[in-house]
């Protein structure tokens, strides 16, 4: 099974809008959960947004208003549109086929960011 790949960061002025996308390998179908997750610090991710199989959709609280998460099974791609964004919003953006606790920061030695169901993110900048 190929690894899930995530697409469409780049730089945006405060305020503005990107839509990311992940490529889902199967996983839209198969998955109990997808979700999108950031880079923290060095070494932690933190859990953004979910979805799971009946649609049911959860943020973190520093998201809730201004991220949209969902999907499209007949393409298999996860999105995210992220809208008024801030430059806290800055980060490396992944998407998994799983889901953790949201607003928390997760050791990366805990997840199995290795593995074929985590991609290898893309770039979310906010800057004046």
């Known amino acids: 099974q190929a690894r899930v790949a995530e697409s469409g960061g780049g730089s945006v002025q405060p305020g503005g809008s990107l839509r990311l996308s992940c490529a889902a390998s199967?996983?839209?179908?198969?998955?109990?959960?997808m979700g999108w997750y950031r880079q923290i610090s060095e070494k932690e991710r933190e859990g953004v947004a979910t979805?799971?199989?009946?649609?049911?959709?959860r943020y973190a609280e520093s998201v809730k208003g201004r991220f949209t998460i969902s999907k499209d099974v007949a393409k298999d791609t996860l999105y995210l549109q992220m809208d008024n964004l801030k430059p806290e919003d800055s980060a490396m953006y992944y998407c998994?086929?799983?889901?953790?606790?949201?607003?928390?920061?997760?050791?990366?030695?805990?997840?199995?960011?290795?593995?074929?169901?985590w991609g290898k993110g893309t770039l979310v900048t906010v800057s004046s």
């Open positions: 998994a086929a799983e889901c953790r606790p949201l607003g928390l920061p997760l050791p990366t030695t805990s997840l199995d960011i290795d593995s074929n169901y």
């Open positions: 199967g996983y839209t179908r198969s998955a109990r959960c």
């Open positions: 979805i799971f199989s009946d649609e049911t959709t």
